[in-house]
């Protein structure tokens, strides 16, 4: 699975849109781009993925750049339970069960 | 519904003990995962259920660490000799289906601290 680079850590004020970025430089072109966020003392929790166009679902929007080597997860409107570890994965899909590889992740902080 | 549960939430062992984890995934849920995951650190694989059939323990860190779900439902992950750097949340993740592209789903995890 491609490597992604993440910045360590982010801040936002609430109500206001927060925009993570992630680069995976090396990624394939069968392999899509997920998003995971861990919330203290939970475990990880799904938000969204895409392969090449842009994705918006209730939680959030995956924009992701035409030659895909980098990608921004977009939460519209933050609020103080969004602040979390937010991970960005690549991986293949179809291609077996695949196990998630974490990086560091991105630590988003809502101030209010 | 009733998401990914684990037990016990907190478990404190002495150096040299077995400790014994418990998983219930989703009802239905083919694939189940095991994830340690370290202080500060994002969570690493361990191995991979579907159904009854373990696929893949690539990740188990030593021969201490066992793992199995013999009904294909319940799983659990057992840990031998427990050391210092066992020390760790240890997840549990299970999704709908054999080839594992769906999401997946994780239980709030068993933090293990060792003394």
């Not at chain 1, 918006?56 to 602040?83: C, G, Q, V, Y």
């Not at chain 2, 009802?27 to 969570?43: D, E, I, N, R, T």
């Not at chain 2, 066992?66 to 993740?93: H, M, N, W």
Request: proline content about 5%.
């Amino acid at each position: 699975d491609a490597k992604t680079t993440q910045p360590t850590s982010m801040d936002c004020a609430e109500g206001r849109a927060a925009n993570l970025p992630c680069n995976h430089s090396t990624i394939s072109g069968n392999e899509y781009v997920y998003w995971y966020r861990q919330i203290h003392s939970q475990g990880p929790q799904y938000i969204i993925h895409g392969l090449k166009n842009n994705e918006t679902n209730e939680m959030a929007s995956l924009i992701i750049t035409e030659d895909r080597k980098s990608s921004t997860l977009i939460l519209p409107h933050a609020t103080l339970r969004d602040t979390a570890v937010y991970y960005c994965i690549v991986r293949v899909r179809f291609q077996g069960a695949q196990k998630l590889v974490f990086g560091q992740g991105t630590r988003l902080t809502i101030n209010p | 519904g009733a998401g990914v549960s684990q037990s016990p939430r907190y478990k404190v062992a002495k150096r040299g003990q077995d400790v014994a984890l418990r998983c219930d995934p989703i009802s239905g849920h083919v694939s189940l995962f095991w994830y340690q995951q370290a202080l500060g650190q994002g969570p690493e694989f361990l191995t991979y259920f579907q159904n009854e059939a373990q696929l893949d323990k690539s990740g188990l860190p030593s021969d201490r660490f066992f793992a199995e779900r013999p009904e294909g439902s319940v799983s659990t992950l057992k840990i031998q000799r427990t050391q210092q750097e066992d020390s760790a949340v240890y997840l549990c993740a299970s999704s709908p289906r054999r080839t594992g592209d769906y999401e997946q789903y994780f239980g709030p995890g068993t933090r293990l601290t060792v003394t």
